[in-house]
Each structure stands twice: as structure tokens, then as C-alpha cells.
T-cell receptor
């Protein structure tokens, strides 16, 4: 069964303390790995799509990378406004069906 | 451009009642989706529609039905609500149903079934 697992479940950082979030997937023949940000009480907001192993994408303090079995979301010098839940999803089986991980809750404290 | 709108924002419903969650998009996207989000489980696909006039079942379709009469609207109906359907429901859309197309999400409907 295709699965997406995110770790850690929760992460607390001090402002400026860089770290990484992990997303491991079991989908074979992956064609797309997606990262979303979700603020409390809001819908997921699209961040990145990665298509193949070795690909990297950046946006402000965030950089997403992809290997054949996992993806990382690196957060460099985070600020309190980066606090959110970060969701990872892989496509599975056509028709743009996504399998989501449970998310990592990130709290950045000043 | 509003993107995706969902209504109601939240609802408390008695078990056994019928309820329709509304979803409208103004991006002329062909594909639309309904997910539910529960603590610790992540988002799970309920139903999807690749184009107007077609629908399909996702991972957790039991107890839910959908219709897609036009491009913009994709309502989700609970025919007889049960407490296990208490969840946050998100509608999403993408330009096409291609696996690599980005899905964009609405703000969600928080549903409580008592």
C-alpha cells in the first residue's frame, strides 16, 4: 500500500535555528511530490512540486529536495511567521490522486 | 479572483440529517476533489471529478455522494450524517487531472455531527 510518512510530528525551533522536515514515501514510479503549508483554520497552501530525484526548489527561507525514497523541507533561519503545519503529498495511480502525510507542526519562537 | 469558496464555514448537525457542503471555483479548472482532514490521519480523498459530468470514488467514499453538473460547482452530500463524519472538509481543484498538476485548496468546512 502506498504511504507517505512525515517526521517529526511536531518541531519547536528558536528564531534563526535552521532545521529540516522529513517526508518518506513508498510510491513506486513517483511522478510528483508536493509540499503544502497549512495555517490553523485554513486550507493547505501550495509551496512546491518536485518531479524527480535530485531536484531542488527554493522559496524564501524554504528549500525542498527529493531523493528516490524521501523528500526534505529545509528551513533556514526561520522566523515566527514560518510557524504552521507543513504537509507532504505524493501522487498515486493517476487522476491526480494525492496521498498525504499527517504533517509536521512547526512552531518558531522569538 | 476568489479561487475556491466553500460554504458553510462550519456546521453542527444532528445525526441522521442530510447535509450538502458547497464548493465553487472560478479558475475554470477541469478537475475537482473533496478531502476530509482528521487529526493524525492527514487529508484523505473522498470523491473526485476529472471533468464536468464525471465523478469517481476516492479512498473514503462511503456515506458521501457528489455531482458535477458544471465546471464551477462540486457539492458534497451526506445523505444521513453519522458522528464519524465529524471532520474538516476541504474542496480542491486542479487545471487537469494529470498526476503532476497542482491542487489548490479552499478554506474548508468544519462539520460536527452529534
Amino acid at each position: 500500500e502506498d504511504q507517505v510518512t512525515q517526521s517529526p510530528e511536531a518541531l519547536r525551533l528558536q528564531e534563526g535555528e535552521s532545521s529540516s522536515l522529513n517526508c518518506s514515501y513508498t510510491v513506486s514510479g513517483l511522478r510528483g511530490l508536493f509540499w503544502y503549508r497549512q495555517d490553523p483554520g485554513k486550507g493547505p497552501e501550495f509551496l512546491f512540486t518536485l518531479y524527480s530525484a535530485g531536484e531542488e526548489k527554493e522559496k524564501e527561507r524554504l528549500k525542498a529536495t527529493l531523493t528516490k525514497k524521501e523528500s526534505f523541507l529545509h528551513i533556514t533561519a526561520p522566523k515566527p511567521e514560518d510557524s504552521a503545519t507543513y504537509l507532504c503529498a505524493s501522487e498515486a495511480g493517476g487522476y491526480n490522486k494525492l496521498i498525504f502525510g499527517a504533517g509536521t507542526r512547526l512552531a518558531v519562537h522569538p | 479572483i476568489a479561487g475556491i469558496t466553500q460554504a458553510p464555514t462550519s456546521q453542527i448537525l444532528a445525526a441522521g440529517r442530510r447535509m450538502t457542503l458547497r464548493c465553487t471555483q472560478d479558475m475554470r479548472h477541469n478537475a475537482m476533489y473533496w478531502y476530509r482532514q482528521d487529526l493524525g490521519l492527514g487529508l484523505r480523498l473522498i470523491h473526485y471529478s476529472n471533468t464536468a459530468g464525471t465523478t469517481g470514488k476516492g479512498e473514503v467514499p462511503d456515506g458521501y455522494s457528489v455531482s458535477r453538473a458544471n465546471t464551477d460547482d462540486f457539492p458534497l452530500t451526506l445523505a444521513s450524517a453519522v458522528p464519524s463524519q465529524t471532520s474538516v472538509y476541504f474542496c480542491a481543484s486542479s487545471v487537469t487531472s494529470e498526476p503532476t498538476d497542482t491542487q489548490y485548496f479552499g478554506p474548508g468546512t468544519r462539520l460536527t455531527v452529534l
